[in-house]
């Protein structure tokens, strides 16, 4: 268990909201507890960002944030969490805004298809049809994900390597699931940690149905990672899904990907919404929001 008041005290507020067997319960009763559990660690636009939602392709929804400040071409394309099961336009609200707010950069995020009413590929296919979109007017983009947002954010950018789609500048990994093996590493260790257990890993596999052997649907089945964007991948300690950030990173290196890899040892699954009452995750958030003004190029 990390040691860390903040963190220890965000775990249990967020038990308050989600409780810890919270899979055990009905889809609509999860994502009931996930919308509140978002709003209780809501936090104040910053003064002048906008946002305007859309469509893509007439039936995907997103929006559009926008700082007071853009000082870059570049996009930044945020793909939310929640296990493909829970998660909308607004349970990352806040996030993307002070992410565009800090980058000085517009941000779109996406509401893709949930399972179980929607299995593998369809979340996987809508966040890919937003990136094309997003890629057709020639203006830069760095995609960035957390947790199965993550894993999505990896994939399409896999796929966009493999159909020769050009335009992406870089790739941000915040503690995500890449399919790494259930049995060994931080999912034997951790599989116990709080906020998230090796079990509720293998049940959201499980709704979700997505090809273990395809690396689209888990990247750390792609062998030749060799043509990748420039990249920052972020876990925690923590965390059974510690270990495929760990991995991941290693391999992008391995093949020549310039890749930063920050590890919040004191953290657990996300502690993105800890930020603003968790010292190690505010830090995380700062470094975090740096690697993604480096990405868009305004630092």
């Not at 939310?80 to 995020?109: K, P, R, T, W, Y």
């Not at 049809?129 to 020639?138: I, R, T």
């Amino acid at each position: 268990m990390p040691t860390e008041e903040g963190i220890l005290a965000f775990h249990r507020r967020c038990e308050e909201f989600y409780p810890a067997d919270a899979v055990d319960a009905s889809i609509d009763e999860q994502r009931k507890w996930y919308d509140a559990l978002c709003a209780e660690f809501d936090a104040p636009s910053p003064v002048g960002l906008t946002r305007e939602d859309a469509l893509v392709g007439g039936h995907i929804p997103i929006r559009h944030c926008r700082p007071q400040t853009v000082s870059t071409r570049t996009r930044i394309y945020y793909i939310h969490g929640g296990g493909f099961v829970v998660g909308s336009l607004n349970s990352h609200d806040a996030i993307c805004a002070e992410l565009a707010d800090f980058a000085q950069a517009e941000l779109v995020s996406v509401d893709y298809r949930l399972a179980p009413e929607h299995v593998w590929p369809a979340a996987f296919d809508d966040c890919y049809a937003v990136l094309q979109a997003l890629l057709s007017d020639g203006r830069p983009v760095v995609v960035a994900g957390d947790s199965g947002g993550g894993n999505l954010t990896a994939g399409i950018i896999l796929k966009a390597r493999a159909e020769g789609l050009a335009g992406i500048v870089g790739q941000v990994l915040i503690y995500p699931g890449l399919g790494g093996n259930l049995v060994s590493g931080s999912y034997v260790d951790m599989a116990e940690a709080p906020g998230l257990t090796t079990a509720d890993v293998s049940y959201y596999r499980d709704i979700l149905k997505a090809p273990a052997e395809n690396p689209f649907a888990a990247p750390l089945a792609e062998t030749d990672l060799s043509g990748l964007p420039p990249s920052y991948i972020t876990g925690a300690f923590f965390d059974p899904l510690r270990d495929d950030a760990r991995i991941y990173a290693a391999r992008l290196a391995a093949a020549g990907v310039n890749v930063t890899f920050r590890e919040e040892p004191q953290m657990i699954h996300a502690w993105l919404r800890a930020r603003h009452m968790s010292e190690g995750a505010r830090e995380g958030f700062r470094r975090l929001a740096e690697a993604v003004a480096v990405l868009v190029g305004t630092r």
